[in-house]
């Protein structure tokens, strides 16, 4: 069992050694084709999406980016998608699908960007399109929160057949800041809020929200790559032999199952 608190935790899923969605797609994929632009409005350098092969396997990959530098953080928008980034995420979903490819989708925002120019261009919109297409979207989905997994920005890219959650990342409807300063107006009580959001990945795993913790022992080294590379590429492998039918049947009971298992007893 660990000694971190929750807000340890959130710190740990913020942190700026942290792996960035860019090196997921580094150190696992090979051949890495980005893709750009919605189509609609233009391109949102927040989230990085393309063509890959997990090892032998052709997929789409799509990773929100926070970046490193302070001035990648700023292009990146530090992680926070507009809508035509989440356009451009369900456009490649689209194009998995009429192609048979697998979708993987790494997961790591605080949440979706909340300036007045995103909500003109239809944030709320672009994240429910991606709610309602993901959960009939005919290819296998897989989607990793690798840091933080704030509100509905994050769950715009993990209605998924399988959800896996990193040992220290945390998903949550709110940052514990935010909740606090609701609740308490008071934003300095930020831990007692994390400790009552139960967003870490031991809760979000008895709740059923994810399927799966990734230890993070050898976090960011060969190892751990190549451990989580060889796990994607035997569950997607097992998902896509289901029949078609058999896949979105699981996929809608699984969400279908949230708020009745686990959370009415906490």
Same mark, same amino acid.
């Given at each position: ?30 051949g890495f084709f980005e893709l750009h632009g919605d189509r609609r409005y233009g391109d949102d ?17 799509? !990773?929100?980016? /926070?970046?490193? *530098?302070?001035?990648?953080?700023? +292009? ?6 507009? $809508? @035509? ?55 296998p989905v897989i989607s990793v929160l690798v840091g933080e997994g704030g509100s509905g920005g ?40 994390? !400790?009552?959001? /139960?967003?870490? *990945?031991?809760?979000?795993?008895? +709740? ?6 990734? $230890? @993070? ?50």
């Amino acid at each position: 069992m660990s000694n971190k608190t929750a807000y340890d935790k959130v710190r740990l899923a913020r942190a700026n050694n942290r792996p960035t969605g860019k090196d997921y797609i580094d150190a696992m994929f090979d051949g890495f084709f980005e893709l750009h632009g919605d189509r609609r409005y233009g391109d949102d350098p927040a989230i990085v999406a393309g063509l890959a092969k997990l090892m032998d396997m052709p997929v789409t990959v799509i !990773a929100i980016e /926070k970046g490193r *530098s302070a001035r990648e953080r700023a +292009f990146r928008n530090f992680g926070a998608p507009n $809508p @035509e980034g989440y356009r451009k995420a369900l456009r490649l979903m689209r194009q998995a699908e009429k192609f048979k490819r697998p979708v993987v989708c790494f997961v790591d925002t605080s949440g979706a960007y909340c300036g007045i120019g995103a909500e003109e261009r239809g944030q709320g919109q672009a994240i429910a399109e991606n709610l309602m297409t993901m959960m009939t979207l005919k290819t296998p989905v897989i989607s990793v929160l690798v840091g933080e997994g704030g509100s509905g920005g994050a769950l715009a890219l993990a209605v998924a057949d399988r959800v896996w959650i990193l040992e220290n990342a945390v998903y949550s409807v709110i940052s514990p800041e935010g909740c606090a300063s609701i609740l308490w107006k008071d934003a300095s009580r930020a831990a007692e809020a994390a !400790a009552s959001l /139960k967003l870490t *990945s031991e809760d979000i795993l008895s +709740f059923g929200v994810a399927d799966k913790i990734i $230890p @993070e022992k050898e976090l960011g080294k060969g190892d751990f790559y190549l451990g989580l590379k060889t796990m994607l590429y035997e569950e997607l492998s097992g998902l896509k032999v289901l029949p078609l039918e058999s896949l979105l049947e699981a996929r809608f009971a699984r969400f279908r199952r949230l708020g009745t298992e686990g959370l009415l007893e906490t």
